[in-house]
Each structure stands twice: as C-alpha cells, then as structure tokens.
C-alpha cells in the first residue's frame, strides 16, 4: 500500500506504509543509532514524536521483548529506509512489521532517509504527516501541520502508581518522566533499593520517605511545559538529599534551579555523540536523546557550573550544582541503545549517597 510522509515545509515523500494503517501528525525527528531500533521505539522520550532511522536497514534481527525499555513503544510513527521482512537471530521472536502493527504505529518505508535527515539537519526539526491518502490536499494539510504541537507528554509517559525494586543497599526514589527501565536496572545492580514515583508526586510525600538519593529520568517533550513538576522539583533543590539527574530530569533540575533551557535545531538522537569531561578532560561517547538544551550563557555559577559540553556543538551536557550534592547530565549514561563510556555515573551517584559499591 503507498503512503506518504508531508512536512510542513511542502516537502512530500512517497514510500509504503508499514505497521498500522492510518493518518498521524507529529515532530519528524531522526535516530542516527546502527542498532538498538527496539530499544528506540520502547524510550518513552519520543512520545509524540516520528522517529527517522538514519541507518538504511532496519529490523534485520527481529524483536526480542527482553531489550525493550519500557511496557510499549512510545512514537507516533515510524520512517526507514528499508525494512526487512525476514529477520535472522536465534533470540528473535517477531517481526517489527507485526510489533509496529500491533501498538497501532503507523509508519512509511522505502523513502529516502538521507536526503530526509539532511533536510532536517538545514531547515530544523519539522511536523509531518504520514497518510496513506492518496488524495490528500495539500493546501488543506499544511495548516494541520503549522497547529500541532508536542505539549506535556510527560503525563501520557509516566506509571500510574508507585512501584519498589527492592534492594539491601541505599534507597533511592527515582521519579518518572518517561524512564527507560535501564535507569532503574543499572541501580538495582548496584545494590540500590529503588522506588519509582509517578512524575507528580509531591516532593513532600518523596521526602518524608527519607531517601538516601533522589534519581530524575528521562522523558518527552519541552521541559518548560512541565510547570507542577518544577515547582516540587524546587523543593527537592532546597533539601540536602543527594540528586541525579539524567535529560529532561537534567533541564527540569536547571529550570527548578533558575535556569534556563532552549529548543535545539534538529536535536541529538543516537549512540555516538562525544561528550567532554570538563574537571578530566576526557571524552566519552554516549547514547543522547532530547531536542531541548540547558542554557549556560546565562548560568549563575552560584547556582550551577558546566560538568561537560558536547565536542560537536558546544552545548551543555552536564551541570554540577554549587554547594549542593546535586548533579545532572544530559545524555544517557544508562545507553541501552549506546555505549556504556558513562555508566561510571552512576558509580558517583552511589558513592554521594555514601556507598562504595561499583557494577562490575
């Protein structure tokens, strides 16, 4: 069945539909990742959001539930290259054509990704549509496109109640924006007994739990949409409880703190982006997924100081608070998909809350 994916800008590409059959409108984003596609559609961060995977071929290991990072997958579409329709590993157990289709993902194949992706790279993130309309009016959809926005998805990610993993090492209240289970995972094999908290839970009821450390996840959409959840995040700042935050937790953190935050051009999505160490001096790779970035050109270095930059760009990767127990990186140094350059943050965030365990 044709299908086709329109941007806002005019721009129209024709391909085949895959996974479910039917119209959505959402931000057209691209995933430079080589692998790790399951792994991608399972992060809450890219609710409401259509994710275009730079590498040409995808699906060629099928689906294997044990590497997804959450319950579902999250996107509102899904565009490749090409998709293969027979994949080969001894731990697959379906097709991402069967797994788009049953989450109800609509998605486009068969269109050319790179000259999509260089188009977002020079005009910047856009919205789009993918229909299977052949007569669509292009007059009548671009408006369409122009209104949508992304808004708090925050509260369509986040769990429905509070959940323990239990642990005989420090207790650790993670909140959840939209977390990939990988952020609790790398906790529990340190030891930690964590507890995730529905992202609106008031820092009172956080608190009064009395835990050694307070981890802030990942998740979708524009920080400053999440206005309830700064003003409890605020309140966790005044306390002396240890904090670690990681993406949207990193630029709530900043916006709770006095900061600022701004929209990236077209965003950074994929596991090779290099980040510097700015007390070290080294570079470690990392797996990245957010369109918004802290901004440090305004920074009160009596609130925070830049930790690390990202070697491409320049942009802010990282914030040590002054005078607080409290740090935040922008990237994902629980990758999954990613390199695990960085996994020895969480190392430090044991040793703040005064552990000495490492994962080994």
């Not at 996974?19 to 931000?27: D, I, K, L, T």
């Not at 209104?147 to 323990?164: M, R």
Request: one cysteine or more; aromatic letters at 8%; hydrophobic letters at 35%.
């Amino acid at each position: 069945m044709k299908a086709f994916l329109i941007l806002e800008d005019g721009h129209i590409f024709k391909g085949t539909s895959i996974g479910a059959v039917r119209e959505v409108v959402s931000e057209i984003v691209f995933n430079t990742s080589m692998t790790g596609y399951l792994e991608v559609l399972t992060d809450p961060s890219y609710a409401g959001q259509a994710v275009v995977m730079t590498y040409p071929l995808i699906g060629n290991y099928g689906i294997c539930f044990d590497d997804m990072e959450s319950r579902k997958p999250w996107p509102a579409g899904y565009i490749v290259r090409e998709l293969s329709r027979m994949p080969s590993n001894f731990r697959c157990e379906g097709t991402i054509q069967d797994f788009l289709s049953k989450h109800d993902i609509p998605g486009i194949a068969g269109i050319d990704t790179r000259a999509l992706t260089k188009l977002l790279r020079t005009k910047g993130t856009m919205n789009g549509m993918i229909t299977t309309n052949e007569n669509f009016v292009l007059e009548d959809v671009l408006p369409r496109l122009k209104e949508y926005k992304v808004g708090n998805v925050v509260k369509k990610v986040t769990c429905a109640q509070k959940k323990v993993l239990p642990g005989k090492g420090e207790r650790v209240a993670l909140l959840d924006f939209g977390a990939k289970d990988n952020i609790a995972r790398s906790l529990v094999q340190r030891g930690c007994e964590v507890t995730i908290y529905p992202a609106y839970t008031p820092a009172e009821e956080i608190l009064a739990a009395k835990p050694n450390g307070i981890m802030l996840s990942n998740g979708p959409g524009d920080p400053k949409s999440c206005g309830e959840i700064i003003t409890e995040l605020k309140k966790l700042y005044e306390s002396d409880v240890p904090i670690f935050a990681i993406c949207l937790g990193h630029q709530l953190m900043a916006l709770a703190a006095g900061a600022d935050t701004h929209k990236l051009k077209y965003g950074h999505r994929g596991g090779n982006h290099p980040v510097k160490d700015l007390e070290t001096g080294k570079v470690y790779i990392s797996s990245q997924n957010h369109g918004y970035v802290v901004d440090t050109a305004h920074l009160d270095e009596k609130v925070a100081v830049p930790a690390f930059i990202n070697v491409n760009d320049g942009t802010n990767e990282g914030l040590k608070y002054t005078g607080k127990n409290i740090f935040t990186v922008q990237f994902h140094p629980e990758a999954c998909p990613g390199p695990l350059d960085s996994a020895f943050l969480f190392d430090r965030f044991i040793k703040m809350m005064g552990g000495d365990r490492v994962c080994h």
